[in-house]
């Protein structure tokens, strides 16, 4: 991922963060395309903390940014 994209993802994420909105989030997990529905709490660096709608998740809620493909305001 290029640092362009990824500063976007990341501005993206702090947005999202900071108006406490309801994101979907296009995820490629283990060359697998999944899709998480929730509101972003914590962005960190290479990472961020999310409260999933779907509470019966089958892991942890915090994802690698590098992970994200993309980020939808609800």
Known sequence: M?????EGILEAL???MLTCQSVNIGLNRRNKAERIEGVVKKVYENSFLIDLE???????????VSEVEYVEYS
């Not at 290029?2 to 990824?6: H, K, S």
């Open 14 to 16: 702090e947005y999202a």
């Open 2 to 6: 290029c640092d362009d994209v990824y």
């Open 54 to 64: 779907d509470k019966s998740y089958e892991y942890d809620a915090t994802f690698p």
